[in-house]
């Protein structure tokens, strides 16, 4: 049974409507790559699991539970936790505060954070407004671990970073695959996406086109979907 389930979902803002019909799975322990161009739909998907953009049709099921219907609190008590596109982390805080501010009871600590990001260490009595971007990018996804979440969403994943960032966070994200961590992630940098997933999906359009181990992903279905 999957983890995280979406079939034929539809989502609006307003009379626009942005997905038409998205079927996307997440099982216990893999990592999902959720790809498309801009515009496609990848966030507003992400918004529906967790409720800030409501599904109008469709299913959305976690740990075998429909939770389309349920308030955006309640959807991440229930175990999913998301890294937001831009980061968003508490500027007036320190690092340490805003750790300790999600920690929910687990394996996943503030000593257990710090020892994936060293960095988190050196800088845990900064405010996180003066971090460097790839510094909150980690602090982001730090965050999320300290709610011990069973599915780990990650959206853009490494987008505008220096490249030996992007290295540490795909570092990261490897350590936490080998870990069991289930982990769905959205992100354009398929040489150091694609050698992590375990099975990808593509969004063009505001619906799934695309599902497959990577090796599946041809060169020209890249260039099809995910094609400047």
């Known amino acids: 049974m999957s983890l995280l389930e979406l079939k034929n979902v ?29 515009g496609m739909g990848k966030t ?14 469709g299913s959305i099921r976690f740990a075998g539970r429909e939770i389309a219907a349920l308030r955006p609190y309640r959807i991440a008590r229930l175990g999913l936790g998301l890294v937001p596109e831009g980061r968003r982390c508490f500027p007036n805080l320190t690092v340490a505060e805003n750790l ?14 710090v020892g994936l990001f060293p960095r988190l260490a050196e800088r845990r009595d900064q405010y996180a407004n003066s971090l460097s971007g790839g510094e909150q990018q980690m602090l982001a996804i730090g965050r999320a671990l300290m709610t011990n979440p069973r599915l780990l969403i990650l959206d853009e994943a490494t987008e505008g ?4 960032i ?27 996406l694609l050698p992590v997933a375990d099975r990808c999906f593509v969004l063009e359009k505001g619906a799934t086109v695309f599902e497959g181990p990577p090796q599946a992903l041809t060169p020209e279905l890249q260039d099809r979907y995910l094609g400047v």
Do not use: C, H
């Open 10 to 38: 539809e989502a609006f803002y307003g009379a626009s409507q942005a997905l038409f019909g998205v079927n996307l799975a997440v099982r216990e322990g893999e990592v999902v790559a959720l790809m498309g161009r801009n």
């Open 44 to 57: 507003t998907t992400i918004r529906s699991v967790f409720g800030l953009t409501r599904a109008r049709a």
């Open 100 to 113: 300790l501010a999600a920690a929910r009871d687990g394996e996943w600590t503030f000593r257990r954070v």
């Open 161 to 164: 970073l220096a490249p030996v």
């Open 166 to 192: 992007r290295r540490d966070i795909w570092a990261a994200i490897a350590r936490l695959k080998a870990g069991g961590q289930s982990i769905l992630v959205v992100d354009k940098t398929l040489s150091e």
